[in-house]
């Protein structure tokens, strides 16, 4: 059984670039969700894309913005980078894309760093 | 506004004796409580999971849910210095699409 991965591992950008990270779900996953944790937080919730369509988004401004693809492989695009934006996003795959109740199962992350 | 709480720690433990992490929740129709375990600098790992009231045992681990305290508490039987970690708290909230996490508990277990 193939678990979450995501890539990249690490990337550095500057404010104002556009980045795109990648996760391929667990395999049998359907439901692939996105978080972002900054130092000392737990995981915020981005937004969750279940049969390549969003199924609920959190807190978070237009400029990220996501896809699903058939083979539920999934990408985060973020544009405009701000500082802020400088965290671990980590990519989860569940089974089900409702209600949370399924265990969802956490990819490596990308540790993303503006300059 | 929906809230996991959990006490930040650290939670120093000796080697072999009980760890007892514990997490509160604001949203009374939740469903779904999950624990996660999280090395420095790493990703979180699933530990453990429970929907119905009482206690789910897996090998060292116990999560015991209380739905009508909002309480939900996981003990690590036999610390170990490996089990030095922080302990994320996950909730499923009603009307949301996915988890709500606490900030984590840091736990210590010294040798």
């Known amino acids: 059984e193939t678990g979450v991965t995501q890539s990249p591992t690490h990337l550095i950008k500057t404010r104002g670039q556009q980045v795109t990270l990648r996760c391929s779900s667990q395999?049998?996953?359907?439901?692939v969700s996105w978080y972002q944790q900054a130092l000392g937080q737990g995981p915020q919730f981005i937004f969750q894309?279940?049969?390549?369509?969003?199924?609920g988004r959190g807190n978070f401004p237009p400029r990220f913005s996501g896809l699903q693809f058939p083979n539920y492989s999934s990408e985060l695009n973020v544009n405009a980078l701000e500082l802020d934006d400088s965290a671990l996003y980590l990519c989860?795959?569940?089974?089900?894309?409702?209600?949370?109740?399924?265990?969802?199962?956490f990819g490596d992350g990308t540790r993303l760093s503006i300059l | 506004q929906k809230e996991v709480e959990q006490n930040s720690g650290p939670l120093s433990v000796p080697e072999g004796a009980i760890a007892s992490l514990n997490c509160t929740y604001s949203d009374r129709g939740s469903q779904s409580f999950f624990w996660y375990r999280q090395y420095s600098g790493k990703s979180p790992e699933l530990i453990m999971f429970?929907?119905?009231?009482g206690d789910k045992e897996d090998g060292r681990f116990t999560a015991q849910l209380n739905k009508a305290s909002q309480y939900v508490s996981l003990l690590i039987r036999d610390s170990q210095p490996s089990d030095s970690a922080t302990y994320l708290c996950?909730?499923?909230?009603?009307?949301?699409?996915?988890?709500?996490f606490g900030k984590g508990t840091m736990l210590l277990v010294s040798p």
């Open positions: 429970i929907y119905s009231n």
């Open positions: 989860a795959s569940s089974l089900g894309g409702y209600g949370g109740n399924q265990p969802q199962h």
């Open positions: 894309y279940y049969r390549e369509e969003e199924n």
């Open positions: 395999s049998g996953h359907n439901t």
């Open positions: 996950a909730v499923n909230i009603p009307g949301y699409s996915t988890l709500t």
